[in-house]
């Protein structure tokens, strides 16, 4: 006993090393009182708000909102409910409305960004026109049932892609780099827009539904993001205002849509937020001298 005890104390100490080999006189898996004293939990673990995660779900739900209105819009125009006319003051309507929050809201007002921005929606509008008889004729040798089937699947894509949280979005005059997801998501509701309004009887009918449809999937989505960066208040207020008019239209276009609508989001809105903070109790992350390193890189010119 004694001479264990001797060898013991005789035996050098004990080092944390990763590439050393076998130290003598210990095992290869032997730890001392100190391995664990650097052990940290749950250090990179975000502590979340209910009502904090509700509002940032907002930004999902309006946009919902929006794709939902463009459908009943789809919908009113191919019964003739609405005629070319009134699509082209409504359309004209979002335009001077679009306009003049972008203004508000980007950037401060100036004569050349006025002018900028007049040049640009001009020839926008100039090249929809002049392309509306090609996308009258573009799919009239396809049924309508497929029509209807791949526009559904596009707008589900655009859904699912879309990027909700802003970061590939930016206000005029910035650099932006959209993200390929971000592209899909557009390309694919430009196709469906242009698979409905193949559908309707009239070139005039084709433009004005068309120049809806580009304004909603190309514009708002900045406009909503001026709209958040300016003011969450206005955002909230926009937001809830756009959800009640979205509900009234759906309820008056079909019962069915309304009630998927508001289960959706509610389930958005209220019921994922309560799940995730929910899940927050679970989170079990343990952090020590033993992780990768992470390299830090301080560029300075």
Not at 92 to 116: D, E, Q, R, W
């Amino acid at each position: 006993m004694n001479d264990e005890k001797s060898r013991i104390k005789c035996r050098p100490k004990w080092r944390k090393v990763a590439y050393g080999g076998r130290q003598p006189g210990y095992d290869d898996n032997y730890t001392d009182e100190s391995f664990l004293e650097e052990m940290v939990m749950n250090a990179n673990v975000v502590k979340r708000d209910l009502l904090k995660v509700m509002i940032d779900s907002v930004s999902i739900s309006q946009y919902i909102c929006i794709v939902a209105l463009v459908v009943s819009t789809w919908a009113y125009t191919l019964n003739l409910v609405i005629d070319e006319v009134t699509l082209l003051k409504l359309d004209t309507g979002l335009l001077l409305v679009g306009f003049s929050m972008l203004l508000l809201t980007a950037c401060p007002f100036s004569l050349k960004l006025l002018f900028k921005y007049v040049l640009n929606i001009s020839f926008f509008i100039s090249g929809l026109y002049v392309l509306a008889p090609i996308y009258q004729t573009l799919t009239r040798s396809i049924s309508s049932d497929s029509i209807w089937a791949l526009a559904v699947c596009l707008l589900l894509v655009h859904l699912f892609l879309h990027d909700y949280s802003g970061s590939t979005i930016r206000p005029p005059g910035a650099l932006n780099n959209p993200k390929l997801t971000s592209n899909i998501s557009l390309n694919a509701s430009i196709v469906a827009s242009v698979l409905v309004a193949s559908r309707l009887p009239s070139r005039l009918h084709v433009f004005a539904i068309m120049l809806f449809s580009l304004q909603i999937f190309l514009f708002v989505p900045l406009i909503a993001f001026c709209i958040k960066k300016y003011s969450l208040r206005l955002h909230l207020l926009f937001s809830f205002a756009l959800m009640d008019m979205t509900l009234c239209v759906t309820c008056q276009l079909h019962r069915m849509f309304f009630i998927l609508l508001l289960v959706l989001l509610v389930f958005i809105s209220i019921l994922c937020p309560y799940w995730l903070i929910r899940i927050q109790e679970y989170k079990f992350e343990i952090n020590g001298p033993w992780d990768e390193a992470k390299l830090c890189f301080d560029i300075t010119e």
